[in-house]
């Protein structure tokens, strides 16, 4: 089976950096996505990882290694408006295309 | 982007009646669809992969004679809650993707309460 755990809660500063970390287990990794979601809505793309290293894309970053199974998502410049959920999934071999979501991480971003 | 959009956004029924949500990709063909329910604050949970033409593929722990979906074609796919109960109540979320691509795009969700 696959299992994936992040923080619950993390608070944070406007202006600061924050880093979410994901640990997974899978027997069969194809892949890791991480989404934002707010109170109320659908989640929305924020970036994806199938091979070793850091995918930049402006404010947000996203690092993984396959080899620790080990992810995390970095946030620079931090915005009232990142206050959210930050989710990490993962796509399993055997599972398909479907993701398997972890509980989330619930950002706080406070001026 | 592409855009997948879900209707209804809320609805309220009685416990033992039955209800439908669609969800359409709008602007691309979804050979796969994705239905996930959340209970307030917790993750999504999958509850089903329907790919279109064919039956869908249940996760463990999911009734499929209650929770009846169809994909009948490439930009619709139903979730019908049938006898729903209080215990019911959640988010529901579709996703879908198209043939060959890594991303899912998610609809809006929608919103079931059952009294």
């Known amino acids: 089976g696959q299992n994936i755990d992040q923080p619950t809660e993390m608070t944070a500063t406007e202006g600061a950096i924050v880093q979410i970390n994901c640990t997974y287990q899978?027997?069969?990794?194809?892949?890791l996505f991480w989404y934002q979601q707010h109170a109320g809505e659908a989640p929305t793309f924020l970036s994806y990882?199938?091979?070793?290293g850091l995918e930049e894309k402006g404010r947000f970053s996203s690092f993984l290694s396959r080899s620790k199974g080990y992810s995390y998502l970095l946030l620079k410049e931090l915005q009232m408006k990142d206050s959210a959920s930050y989710l990490c999934?993962?796509?399993?071999?055997?599972?398909?295309?479907?993701?398997?979501f972890g509980k989330g991480t619930t950002l706080s971003v406070s001026s | 982007g592409a855009v997948v959009s879900q209707h209804p956004s809320r609805v309220i029924c009685k416990s033992g009646t039955s209800v439908k949500i669609e969800c359409r990709s709008l602007?691309?063909?979804?050979?796969?669809m994705f239905w996930y329910r959340q209970f307030p604050k917790q993750s999504l949970m999958l509850m089903a992969t329907?790919?279109?033409?064919?039956?869908?593929?249940?996760e463990q722990g999911v009734e499929k004679d209650k929770f009846l979906i169809n994909h009948a074609s490439l930009t619709l796919s139903t979730l019908t809650v049938t006898s729903a109960h209080p215990e019911d109540s959640s988010f529901y979320i579709c996703?879908?993707?198209?043939?060959?691509?890594?991303?899912?795009?998610f609809g809006p969700g929608t919103r079931l309460t059952v009294t």
């Open positions: 996703s879908a993707s198209g043939a060959g691509a890594y991303e899912q795009y």
């Open positions: 899978t027997s069969g990794f194809n892949g």
């Open positions: 990882n199938v091979l070793d």
């Open positions: 999934a993962v796509r399993d071999k055997q599972a398909g295309t479907a993701l398997i």
């Open positions: 602007d691309f063909q979804a050979t796969t």
């Open positions: 329907s790919n279109e033409g064919s039956k869908a593929t249940y």
